[in-house]
């Protein structure tokens, strides 16, 4: 199983960009496609994107296609969001996740196995 940590969030305007990091620990990340989801106050957890094990075929949720960008260093053990563009409504925890195998299978939280503990973004307007 991979330990994953996410850094990077923190308070910033509406149009502002941030860059979040996932550092995974274990010899094995790069064999596992990953992910990250988000979850505001009160609300469940909503996948944002993915990316396959060799950092191919980056998948968005609608909300966020265009303005996120998803990607991975697999000699770092580290994947990315780069977030750009950001609304108030972008206020969430961002978590990272790994995938059950080299290929994103959906875009569900079962789909996914290791999770982060969390990065809290919040976007003032």
């Known amino acids: 199983q991979v330990q994953l940590v996410e850094s990077g969030g923190g308070l910033v305007q509406a149009g502002d960009s941030l860059r979040l990091s996932c550092a995974a620990s274990g010899r094995t990340f790069s064999s596992y496609a990953m992910g990250w989801f988000r979850q505001a106050p009160g609300k469940e957890r909503d996948f944002v994107a993915a990316i396959n094990w060799s950092g191919g075929s980056p998948y968005y949720a609608d909300s966020v296609k265009g303005r996120f960008t998803i990607s991975r260093d697999n000699a770092k053990n580290t994947v990315y969001l780069q977030l750009n563009s950001l609304k108030p409504e972008d206020t969430a925890v961002y978590y990272c996740?790994?995938?059950?195998?080299?290929?994103?299978?959906?875009?569900?939280?079962?789909?996914?196995?290791?999770w982060g503990q969390g990065t809290q973004v919040t976007v003032s307007s």
């Open positions: 996740a790994a995938g059950r195998g080299h290929y994103y299978s959906g875009s569900s939280i079962a789909d996914f196995g290791s």
